[in-house]
Structures are given as C-alpha cells and as structure tokens.
C-alpha cells in the first residue's frame, strides 16, 4: 500500500516540485490562477497583477514567493515551468524555453501538503482564466531531478520527433494522412 508523500498526486509534502503549463489568456487578463491547491498550506502558479506569472508556496505561516519579469497576458500561446528547488530552497521561472526569474524558495524542512482540491483556471474566489489551457503538468521533481535542461525539454516539446511522420517529413498542422503511406496517384 502506497500512501502519504509516496503517493503519486498533485499532493506536495516536502519533494521538490515543478509545475508546467501551456496557455495563452485573453489580452490582458490579470490576477488569474492557472493551479491552485492550498488552505493554511500549499502552493499556487497565476497570472499576477502585471500580467507577469507567480509562483508561491505558504507552510506554517511562511510564504515564499516569484513573479516573472516577463508578461504572459498578450493573447498568445507561452509556455511556462514554476519549478521549486527545496534543498536550494530556491524557485525558478520559465517562459518560452528560457529561465525568467529565480529568487528565494521554502526548503524541504516544511510541508506543502493540505486537505484543499486541487483548481485549474480558476479558484472558489474567482480569479477565472479567460482563456485556454493546452498542456498541464504538476511534478514532483525539477528539471536538474529528470537530468534535462530547460533547452532540452523546449527543444522536445516544440520540436521533437514526434511532430514528423515516420518518414521524417514535418506533419501539417490538421495531422494529414500517415507518412509513408501514400495516395493512390491514379
């Protein structure tokens, strides 16, 4: 039986975590939650009052917190990675394959966890995302943990393999036919 921290879930005890997202807003929409999952204790990942991203993280009356230096809430896609180093209790900010922001974290010593619901844009206040959310993803680990960079990973997602058929020519957009298969010219 598997409980506690060794659960996997959007639940956060004292691991590092990392929280990534795919999204464009409406133009500028602000003071937005993109993730949400605290009480007394917990984290949250949102769009601030400038238009730049927030990361933060509260235990015990303790807050540590990032914005970006970079707005996010132009109407176009931006990818964004939140990521929380706690033995360096250190966090880091991400948009568009490059590291935007890094400053102070909590460390391993506290924990993140609660009996709050786990929100995606959007929260019980409000705070409601007018927009569109492509890719989500909560990890328990940073990126130094998945031996990756921030490059490698960008490189992956917006331009990897995958987005070839599997005769490495670049599929169109609508996904077109199979690759290798070919019409019947006739």
Same mark, same amino acid.
């Given at each position: ?6 659960? *996997? ?6 691991s590092n ?54 707005? &996010? ?9 939140? !990521? ?35 929100? &995606? ?11 569109v959310i ?11 943990? *998945?031996?990756?960079?921030? !490059?490698e990973l960008?490189?992956? !997602? ?24 070919? !019409?019947?010219?006739?």
């Amino acid at each position: 039986t598997i409980s506690g921290a060794d659960l *996997s879930s959007p639940q956060i005890h004292t691991s590092n975590f990392l929280i990534e997202a795919f999204f464009k807003t409406a133009p500028g929409q602000t003071d937005t939650v993109l993730v949400q999952k605290t009480d007394q204790t917990g984290y949250i990942l949102g769009i601030n009052s400038e238009g730049g991203m927030t990361v933060a993280a509260t235990s015990n009356s303790v807050t540590a917190w990032l914005s970006s230096r970079k707005a &996010v809430n132009d109407g176009q896609w931006h990818h964004v990675i939140a !990521e929380a180093d706690r033995k360096a209790k250190r966090f880091s900010i991400y948009i568009d394959g490059k590291q935007d922001a890094s400053g102070p974290g909590l460390g391993p010593d506290v924990s993140l966890a609660n009996d709050a619901d786990l929100y &995606v844009a959007g929260a019980p206040n409000g705070r409601y995302l007018n927009g569109v959310i492509d890719f989500l993803r909560i990890a328990r680990g940073t990126l130094a943990d *998945s031996k990756t960079t921030i !490059e490698e990973l960008y490189a992956w !997602e917006f331009n990897g393999p995958f987005l070839d058929d599997f005769t490495g020519r670049r599929r169109p957009a609508d996904g077109g036919c199979a690759g290798a298969i070919l !019409e019947d010219p006739r």
